[in-house]
């Protein structure tokens, strides 16, 4: 069995492994203050081109969005997003659990448009009853959304001049962001990222890391006594070395980039294969993430080789799935893949 | 300017303040631990035709809400509501600031159908990823809904089986609950609520009283400990004979009914005189809420002398505006409301 | 049997409840837009001397206390309190079901006292590990403290002083303020409260009102959006003028102190009838809350006749208990009190 | 300069790092269903004695705590803890941000008796006033505790009798729980944890691993549907097989004992140099942290070659101090503190 069904089946690339090894009984300060995790913040400065963000490293996802949602929300306010956002289908009610609703708006590649946005802020300040509302504060983004669909560059102004004019708070959510920046007709980068969002993360634990989220404030407003908030929610690492050590594994020699554009190439292969085999997509993708839409036939027989997600049923005989590439995947692995796709 | 927006304009129905003044100076127990709180909660569960079921008084309908929710569900679980339902749009995320998720289900009419219930819960468990979505636990249905529909008893009885199948809380907002049980097309009563529903309260604010809202739980291992929350939210009254009072004024002599059916009436001639112009509405209701779509320039003629709810916009020249009777409603005010309506 | 347990053991003051009366049939707006709200909240800022503070009514203490401290603390932040201070205490964990801890300090007398204050700020910024620690952000003082001990105000005025260097808020709950500013040895007022704390509220439910608490502003970047919150945790009225209309009657001719300086007064004689007996009291205390240490065979043969507070046991044979006035307590029932501790 | 402040100072002992390096690349189930995670809860099950019990692994002990107290805890139910204990003073109110009180308990060394729970507990039930106060349900203890001290079996067994007497949950914060069994004057094993307590973790991340706690609980009733709330507290950790082979590699061979019983035995020797030099100490403790007494000057001096934690002044000329060992503590660096101590 082979798997393909997600990003995390593996430990850490073997980079990243030897910087945890090389430095295993160094004796470091504990909750994140160490060198590493300084020297892995200045490395993200770098890369985004300013001093001015604030950079906390995470275990994982789910706590990052909910550590920095409580953080920077008051008890009435939410969090605008799309229906498929991570926050609103797969995190447990983790923003809910915090006190703060997650509002809703349909989006069928998983995307918010500015004019949604606008919309939905319009919306609450003229109607009459809007005290009795939950007032959207922050908008919550994916890139690549968790359909595998990415920002361009002019979107994500756009969205973020509505915040600004609003004074929305503008989050996105980068759990797979390496594989937006390097996919194919993306146009963004960490500078435009760290100039138009308030915050977002780069994602670790997809891609390539053990563990690990770095969270980039670049309002510094929002970041006011942080810590407490990443200790109260259970988030500060004792050993916090260990989330410095893989970010500097991770970004001293671009590493971060070269495994998503490896990832996304070898993605490529298998979305090709569908092409040629005449599959439709449920969401375009140009990421490790691919979506097509096989017969439940084929789908039965690569079962038995290959572990893929089910993604959802289209009709009696055809069913989206999702085959996701990683730092690991084996080259010759997706060619058989490729090979059996073909022949199916 | 003639009040027609919502049923709470006024203070209390004469006999419901006359049993405030006369008992005035009488020295009882607080916290709700009085005779009369006792008394009324006795009225309760004969109307009801059952001695097995808690009642607690609370002051308004979104303490109500959000105190027995969060008595009754563990973190991970939410509630199914409609998109519509009062918990979802009107309460200012008072159920998430408890820690709890609504799962909205579409609904044009404000009510849940059994199979909505029962395809939301199959599709969660069956769900291979259940474990990383909030569970869904509690059945939120409102009678009247939201934009005045009712409930048959067969579909009530319907959502309960399920409920009961599932495992699933069923718990009905009665803000208006007497609007519902006395209109035209009703089938329902106090009984079979009280049989099918795990929880439900009575609404008293928008229905005679000067405030005060009846939870009557059936299910009482539901009820365990119910008090502390009940403190704990806030919803402790010192006074708390003032809500058993007015429930027994409300109940001895069923002028809860009294006023339900009369403001109904009304409700129906300000219906008919909208039917007989040719005018259609947002949603059929037999309550004391009406919900005309009507020509704007109407509208704003009518505004001159009556306030109402502007509801919606329908398109460019139409909207769904709300007019609402009450226990205070004047009958001359609504011959003078008709006889505009005719006239414009 | 007559009740000096409590001093909201009966209904309302008849002036209070005439006014509810007189306009009960009126129209008003709901949600405490209306007319009578606005008129409450105006004779407040003059009788605290400034208009720039913000004004809202609540039907109980809890509510107001968690709405308050819900609405300006953020998730780290905790409230400094006397470890007998009400939200310490008696709200069945309230303030930590909005997410707050209470921070509680020793006090025999439930008084805060300036270096105290002091003392638990700068043992927490000091703290090496205070990240890894509630921050102090709020003080919560009563006056009358639970224990019937009132402030003076310079001891108010040092308070005042340390929150400001320190950045913290302070915060008066004055579920019985009217008794403090009536009581003998006060020398606070309405306009100094106003000017020393960030906010305090007026309590109606125990003088005189049905019910009802006027929470007082005075920093109002505390106050921004606060009607949402209000919404938030079901204490938005919808007969909100039900409020405005009791704090209009308490207020527009000084009835509110009336009332005070009346219990207090009777009070008085219960606490001389006491020390001519050569009883101690738990606390000194000149407000209308009395707490004697009497023998038990005394409250044995008391309680035949008077129903008073339990309060805690002193020694085998003595206990605490406490005797409670109020608006309503008859000349007469104090006389036989007196005359039955008097041959006690 | 050689660290002794903590046992976190350092990376994984090195059978953890090789179980983590030799099985990098193998592919397995994410979110804590592999193969490794299956295998680590057998081997605690093994240690235990005991089959009917479930295990989860987390990252670190506040997540732990937060996690367990809020899928166990209904809202108006709180923890019994010592003044001292960690979700008292170090979790910067997790546990309140999870809306439950934690009850402190006065105690010199942190541990908590069977009478002093079973006082608190029925003092609250026998309070009038119960409803109005937070309702006891869980009684969280430290083994050791934060000051060094340990439970005997008998302490252990009388305090859960009275949990089990009053319906209490007994949980034990297990973060070093290594040392406290391996200790001088122990008599406690995980057979008699399992068997006398609710629920308890076995800390890692202080005892050898780079980060990991193992959640054991006995009482199965408290762990339905515990996946879903560790997912909502951010807990569930995607490459979960981290956690599971760093316990395989603990428990497989009893590494984590041999952990213990070493940085015991190096503490050991601190303490006897301290002991030899007439120092006293703040709590007596057998296990891996030491909190001599000793004078500023002699610390001030030792400042300059070791880290130590300060714990607390005093007297003008002493404070308390902890020294701390760890499975990376080195021999040679023990016996430079011992003499330099010695010599001081």
Redesign the interface.
């Known amino acids: 069995m082979?798997?393909f069904d997600?990003d995390?089946?593996?430990?850490?690339h073997?980079r990243v492994?030897a910087k945890?090894?090389e430095?295993?009984?160094?004796?470091?300060?504990?909750?994140g203050l160490d060198r590493y995790c300084k020297r892995a913040a200045e490395l993200i400065r770098e890369k985004c081109g300013r001093q001015d963000l604030d950079v906390h490293f995470f275990?994982?996802?789910?706590?990052?969005?909910?550590?920095f949602l409580?953080?920077v929300l008051?008890?009435?306010q939410?969090a605008l997003a799309a229906e498929t956002g991570h926050i609103n289908?797969?995190?447990?009610?983790?923003i809910?659990?915090?006190?703060?609703?997650?509002l809703?708006l349909r989006s069928p590649d998983g995307k918010l448009k500015a004019e949604q946005v606008r919309a939905a802020y319009d919306g609450h300040v003229h109607d009459?009853?809007h005290?009795?509302?939950?007032?959207p504060k922050l908008v919550y983004i994916s890139n690549p959304t968790e359909n595998g669909a990415i920002y361009t560059k002019a979107e994500l102004i756009s969205l973020s001049e509505v915040c600004r004019e609003k004074g929305l708070i503008l989050y996105l959510d980068g759990a797979r962001l390496g594989y937006a920046l390097c996919a194919e007709g993306n146009d963004l980068d960490l500078p435009t990222l760290s100039r138009v969002c308030d915050a977002f993360y780069i994602g670790g634990?997809?891609a390539g890391a053990?563990?690990g989220e770095a969270l980039v404030i670049r309002n510094r407003t929002l970041g006011a006594?942080f810590?407490?908030?990443?200790?109260?929610?259970?988030?500060?690492?004792?050993?916090g070395r260990?989330l410095g050590l893989q970010f500097v594994a991770l970004f001293e020699d671009d590493l971060y980039f070269d495994i998503a554009r490896r990832a996304n190439r070898l993605a490529a292969q298998i979305k090709d294969a569908c092409i040629r085999k005449g599959y439709g997509f449920l969401t375009p993708s140009t990421t490790n993430q691919q979506f097509p839409i096989m017969p439940d036939d084929v789908l039965r027989k690569l079962a038995e080789k290959y572990a893929y997600s089910?993604w959802q049923r289209i009709d009696g005989s055809h069913s989206a799935v999702r085959f996701c590439t990683s730092f690991?995947t084996d080259e010759d692995a997706v060619r058989r893949l490729v090979s059996d796709i073909e022949r199916a």
């Open positions: 082979i798997r997600c995390y089946s593996e430990g850490a073997p492994l945890l090894i430095t295993n009984l160094e004796q470091t300060e504990g909750y275990v994982g996802g789910t706590q990052t969005n909910l550590t409580s953080a008051r008890p009435h939410g289908t797969h995190e447990s009610g983790a809910e659990a915090t006190g703060h609703k997650v809703a009459e009853t005290e009795h509302m939950v007032q634990t997809k053990l563990f006594d810590r407490y908030i990443l200790k109260q929610r259970g988030a500060m690492l004792a050993k260990l089910y690991a």
